[in-house]
C-alpha cells in the first residue's frame, strides 16, 4: 500500500511539473506575441526596435525558441521598413536557421523566405532574391490551401517579375508578368491588370522598344480610367503611368510636360516621394533638352528639397540620380561652377558608398548570408543524403529479395521443364515401343491370315466335295433296284472312303476355326458388343462362303444372311453398298 502511494505521489509531481511547464510557456508565448504586435503597430521606428527586442530577450531567458523566431522575424520586418536591407537579411537568416530544427515554427517559414527575398533586393542581389521569393511562393502553395485563391500568388509573379526586370532579364520578366496576370481575382481585376500592364510596359521602355512601351502604358491607363470607384491608390497609379508615357514620349510631345507633373503630384500626395524625385529629374532633364534652363532648375530645387525632408534611409541612391541629372542641367545651361558643385557631391556619395566601412559591413552581411543559406544548404542535403541511403538501402533489401525470388522461381522452372522433357521422352518412347509392337502383330496377324486362308480354302473345298458327294450318293441310290453284293460291296467301299476323307476334311476346318477365332480377336477388342452369332458370322465371311453357303450352314433363308450382314455392318462402322469382305480386309 506505501509503494502503491509513493507512486501515485510521483504521478502527481509529474504531472504538476508538466502542467507548470506548459503554462509557463503559455505566459511566455502571450508576452511575446503581445510585444511583436506592439512593435507591428509602432509607426515610431525607436519604439518598434525596443518592444521587438524586448521580445527576442524574454524568448531566450525563458528558452523559448519559438518566441525567438518570432522575434527574430519581428525585427527583421523593421529592419526592411527602415530599408536596413543588410540587418534585415542577418535577423531573417537567424529565424531561418532555428526554425529549420523546430517542427513546430514550420508555418513561419514562408514568411522567413518572403523577408530574405526582400532584402536581398534591397541589395541588388536580384537572383538570390527571385530564388527566395520563388521558395516562399511553393511554401505556401505547399501548405496553405487558400493560398492560390487569393491575389497573393499575383503579387508574388508579379514581384519576381519586377526583380528580373531590375536585373536586366526582360523576357524573364516578362514571362512572370504574364504569369501573373494567369492568377488574378475577379474583385481586383481590373486594378491589378492595369498594374501589370504598366510593368510590361516598363520592361519594353527599359529594352528601348518605345513604341511597345507606349502600347502597354496606354493599356495601363486604360484599366485604371475603368475602375468606377478609385481610391487613393489609383490616382497615384494614374500619374506613375502617365509619368512613364511622358518619358516614352518623343520630343515636343504636348503631353510631356502635364503628364510629369501630374506624375510628381500625386506621387507629393500619396507619399511616394523617391517616385517624385525620379519623375521631377526626368521633367528637369526635357526642360533642360528644350532649353527651358529656369524652369529645369526650378523643377532640380523641388526635387532636392523633397529629398531633404522626406528621404531620412537609403538616401545615397537616389542622391546619386539628383546630382547626375543636376550636372547635365547645368551644364547644359552653360553654369559650370554649379555643375562643378553638383559633380564634387556626387563623387562625396560615391566615395561614401565604396569606403572600407561600407564595403566591410556589406561584405560581412553577405557573408553572413550567405554562411547561414550554405550551412541550411548542408542540412538539407543531409537529410536529402540520408534519404537516398534508406532508398538505396530498401532497394537492396528488395533487389536480394528478387534475387532470392528469381533464383527460387528459376529452380522450379528448371525442374518442371527437367519433369516435362522426362515425361515428354517417356511417352515418345511409349510410343515408339507401341508403333513397334502395333506393326509386329500387324507382320505377325498377316502371316496368320495367310495361313488360315490357305487352310480356309481347302475347308472350302472339303465343303463343296462333301455335297458332291452327298448328290452322287443319292443319285446312286434312286438308282438301285436290285441290290446284290457286289453292289453293296461297291456303296459302301465309295462310302468309307468318303468317311475318311471328311475326316480329314474336319479335322482341318477344327484348326481353321481355331485360327478364325484368334484373328478375328482383334476385332472383339476393338468392338466389344459383338454376339457370338457375330462372330460365326465373321469368321464365314473371312472364309469367303457365299451367303447362300452361309444360309445352308446355319440353315436359315438367303434374307435372314443378308439382313444380320447389314447389320453386322452397322456395328462394325462399315459403309453400305461396298464388298463386306473388301472392308474387313482394310
Same mark, same amino acid.
Given at each position: 500500500m506505501k509503494t502503491f502511494s509513493q507512486i @501515485?505521489?510521483?504521478?502527481l509531481s509529474i504531472s504538476l511539473a508538466q502542467s507548470q511547464t506548459s503554462l509557463k510557456t503559455y505566459k511566455t508565448e502571450v508576452i511575446v506575441d503581445t510585444l511583436l504586435e506592439k512593435a507591428k503597430n509602432s509607426t515610431n521606428l525607436d519604439s518598434a526596435y525596443y518592444f521587438a527586442g524586448k521580445a527576442l530577450t524574454i524568448s531566450?531567458?525563458?528558452?523559448?525558441? !519559438?518566441? #525567438?523566431v518570432k522575434s527574430y522575424i519581428g525585427i527583421s520586418s523593421i529592419d526592411i521598413k527602415n530599408t536596413n536591407y543588410s540587418s534585415a537579411i542577418l535577423n531573417a537568416s537567424k529565424a531561418n536557421e532555428i526554425a529549420a530544427s523546430l517542427k513546430s515554427s514550420g508555418s513561419q517559414i514562408g514568411i522567413i523566405y518572403h523577408l530574405l527575398s526582400t532584402g536581398l533586393e534591397g541589395l541588388g542581389a536580384y537572383k538570390d532574391a527571385i530564388d527566395y521569393r520563388k521558395r516562399a511562393i511553393n511554401w505556401q502553395l505547399t501548405n496553405n490551401p487558400e493560398y492560390s485563391k487569393s491575389n497573393n500568388l499575383f503579387f508574388a509573379y508579379n514581384k519576381i517579375g519586377t526583380m528580373f526586370m531590375n536585373n536586366?532579364?526582360? $523576357?524573364?520578366?516578362?514571362?512572370?508578368?504574364r504569369e501573373s496576370i494567369k492568377n488574378l481575382i475577379p474583385t481586383t481585376y481590373t486594378r491589378s491588370l492595369g498594374s501589370t500592364f504598366n510593368n510590361i510596359g516598363l520592361v519594353h521602355y527599359r529594352r528601348s522598344e518605345m513604341d511597345s512601351a507606349i502600347h502597354y502604358f496606354y493599356l495601363a491607363l486604360d484599366s485604371y480610367r475603368k475602375i468606377e470607384d478609385k481610391i487613393d491608390s489609383d490616382t497615384f497609379m494614374i500619374g506613375i503611368i502617365k509619368g512613364n508615357l511622358a518619358s516614352s514620349f518623343v520630343e515636343n510631345n504636348p503631353l510631356i510636360e502635364p503628364y510629369f507633373l501630374e506624375d510628381i503630384n500625386s506621387s507629393i500626395v500619396y507619399g511616394d516621394?523617391?517616385?517624385?524625385?525620379?519623375?521631377?529629374?526626368?521633367?528637369?532633364?526635357?526642360?533642360?533638352?528644350?532649353?527651358?534652363?529656369?524652369?529645369?532648375? !526650378?523643377?532640380?530645387n523641388q526635387a532636392e528639397r523633397i529629398a531633404a525632408e522626406n528621404i531620412h534611409s537609403d538616401k545615397n541612391k537616389i542622391l546619386l540620380e539628383l546630382?547626375?541629372?543636376?550636372?547635365?542641367?547645368?551644364?547644359?545651361?552653360?553654369? #559650370?561652377?554649379?555643375?562643378?558643385?553638383?559633380?564634387? &557631391?556626387? &563623387?562625396? #556619395?560615391?566615395?561614401? #558608398?565604396?569606403?572600407?566601412n561600407a564595403i566591410k559591413e556589406l561584405i560581412e552581411s553577405h557573408s553572413t548570408f550567405k554562411l547561414s543559406q550554405i550551412e541550411n544548404e548542408l542540412k538539407l542535403e543531409k537529410v536529402e543524403r540520408e534519404k537516398k541511403l534508406a532508398q538505396i538501402s530498401d532497394l537492396n533489401k528488395q533487389n536480394k529479395l528478387t534475387k532470392l525470388t528469381y533464383g527460387i522461381y528459376i529452380s522450379i522452372a528448371v525442374f518442371i521443364s527437367i519433369v516435362l522433357i522426362l515425361l515428354i521422352l517417356? @511417352?515418345?518412347s511409349n510410343s515408339i515401343r507401341n508403333a513397334k509392337e502395333k506393326e509386329l502383330k500387324n507382320k505377325l496377324l498377316k502371316m496368320e491370315l495367310k495361313f488360315n486362308l490357305e487352310l480356309l480354302d481347302q475347308s472350302s473345298l472339303s465343303l463343296a466335295r462333301k455335297k458332291e458327294f452327298?448328290?452322287?450318293?443319292m443319285n446312286r441310290i434312286k438308282n438301285i433296284r436290285d441290290i446284290d453284293s457286289q453292289s453293296m460291296n461297291s456303296i459302301r467301299f465309295y462310302i468309307m472312303n468318303e468317311l475318311e476323307i471328311d475326316e480329314t476334311i474336319l479335322k482341318k476346318e477344327e484348326h481353321s476355326l481355331d485360327v478364325g477365332t484368334k484373328t478375328i480377336a482383334q476385332l472383339q477388342e476393338k468392338f466389344?458388343?459383338?454376339?457370338?452369332? $457375330?462372330?460365326?458370322?465373321l469368321s464365314f465371311v473371312k472364309m469367303k462362303l457365299t451367303n447362300k453357303q452361309i444360309a445352308e450352314i446355319k440353315s436359315i433363308s438367303l434374307p435372314s444372311v443378308k439382313i444380320a450382314k447389314n447389320r453386322l455392318r452397322k456395328k462394325l462402322n462399315l459403309p453400305n453398298g461396298s464388298n463386306f469382305l473388301d472392308d474387313l480386309n482394310m
Amino acid at each position: 500500500m506505501k509503494t502503491f502511494s509513493q507512486i @501515485i505521489l510521483i504521478f502527481l509531481s509529474i504531472s504538476l511539473a508538466q502542467s507548470q511547464t506548459s503554462l509557463k510557456t503559455y505566459k511566455t508565448e502571450v508576452i511575446v506575441d503581445t510585444l511583436l504586435e506592439k512593435a507591428k503597430n509602432s509607426t515610431n521606428l525607436d519604439s518598434a526596435y525596443y518592444f521587438a527586442g524586448k521580445a527576442l530577450t524574454i524568448s531566450k531567458n525563458q528558452n523559448f525558441p !519559438e518566441g #525567438i523566431v518570432k522575434s527574430y522575424i519581428g525585427i527583421s520586418s523593421i529592419d526592411i521598413k527602415n530599408t536596413n536591407y543588410s540587418s534585415a537579411i542577418l535577423n531573417a537568416s537567424k529565424a531561418n536557421e532555428i526554425a529549420a530544427s523546430l517542427k513546430s515554427s514550420g508555418s513561419q517559414i514562408g514568411i522567413i523566405y518572403h523577408l530574405l527575398s526582400t532584402g536581398l533586393e534591397g541589395l541588388g542581389a536580384y537572383k538570390d532574391a527571385i530564388d527566395y521569393r520563388k521558395r516562399a511562393i511553393n511554401w505556401q502553395l505547399t501548405n496553405n490551401p487558400e493560398y492560390s485563391k487569393s491575389n497573393n500568388l499575383f503579387f508574388a509573379y508579379n514581384k519576381i517579375g519586377t526583380m528580373f526586370m531590375n536585373n536586366e532579364e526582360y $523576357d524573364s520578366a516578362k514571362f512572370y508578368f504574364r504569369e501573373s496576370i494567369k492568377n488574378l481575382i475577379p474583385t481586383t481585376y481590373t486594378r491589378s491588370l492595369g498594374s501589370t500592364f504598366n510593368n510590361i510596359g516598363l520592361v519594353h521602355y527599359r529594352r528601348s522598344e518605345m513604341d511597345s512601351a507606349i502600347h502597354y502604358f496606354y493599356l495601363a491607363l486604360d484599366s485604371y480610367r475603368k475602375i468606377e470607384d478609385k481610391i487613393d491608390s489609383d490616382t497615384f497609379m494614374i500619374g506613375i503611368i502617365k509619368g512613364n508615357l511622358a518619358s516614352s514620349f518623343v520630343e515636343n510631345n504636348p503631353l510631356i510636360e502635364p503628364y510629369f507633373l501630374e506624375d510628381i503630384n500625386s506621387s507629393i500626395v500619396y507619399g511616394d516621394f523617391r517616385n517624385a524625385i525620379r519623375s521631377s529629374i526626368d521633367l528637369s532633364k526635357y526642360l533642360a533638352k528644350n532649353k527651358r534652363y529656369q524652369n529645369a532648375i !526650378e523643377t532640380l530645387n523641388q526635387a532636392e528639397r523633397i529629398a531633404a525632408e522626406n528621404i531620412h534611409s537609403d538616401k545615397n541612391k537616389i542622391l546619386l540620380e539628383l546630382y547626375e541629372a543636376g550636372i547635365q542641367v547645368y551644364l547644359s545651361s552653360g553654369n #559650370i561652377d554649379k555643375a562643378k558643385e553638383y559633380y564634387n &557631391h556626387y &563623387h562625396s #556619395i560615391i566615395n561614401e #558608398i565604396n569606403s572600407p566601412n561600407a564595403i566591410k559591413e556589406l561584405i560581412e552581411s553577405h557573408s553572413t548570408f550567405k554562411l547561414s543559406q550554405i550551412e541550411n544548404e548542408l542540412k538539407l542535403e543531409k537529410v536529402e543524403r540520408e534519404k537516398k541511403l534508406a532508398q538505396i538501402s530498401d532497394l537492396n533489401k528488395q533487389n536480394k529479395l528478387t534475387k532470392l525470388t528469381y533464383g527460387i522461381y528459376i529452380s522450379i522452372a528448371v525442374f518442371i521443364s527437367i519433369v516435362l522433357i522426362l515425361l515428354i521422352l517417356r @511417352i515418345r518412347s511409349n510410343s515408339i515401343r507401341n508403333a513397334k509392337e502395333k506393326e509386329l502383330k500387324n507382320k505377325l496377324l498377316k502371316m496368320e491370315l495367310k495361313f488360315n486362308l490357305e487352310l480356309l480354302d481347302q475347308s472350302s473345298l472339303s465343303l463343296a466335295r462333301k455335297k458332291e458327294f452327298a448328290t452322287e450318293l443319292m443319285n446312286r441310290i434312286k438308282n438301285i433296284r436290285d441290290i446284290d453284293s457286289q453292289s453293296m460291296n461297291s456303296i459302301r467301299f465309295y462310302i468309307m472312303n468318303e468317311l475318311e476323307i471328311d475326316e480329314t476334311i474336319l479335322k482341318k476346318e477344327e484348326h481353321s476355326l481355331d485360327v478364325g477365332t484368334k484373328t478375328i480377336a482383334q476385332l472383339q477388342e476393338k468392338f466389344p458388343d459383338l454376339s457370338d452369332s $457375330d462372330i460365326q458370322l465373321l469368321s464365314f465371311v473371312k472364309m469367303k462362303l457365299t451367303n447362300k453357303q452361309i444360309a445352308e450352314i446355319k440353315s436359315i433363308s438367303l434374307p435372314s444372311v443378308k439382313i444380320a450382314k447389314n447389320r453386322l455392318r452397322k456395328k462394325l462402322n462399315l459403309p453400305n453398298g461396298s464388298n463386306f469382305l473388301d472392308d474387313l480386309n482394310m
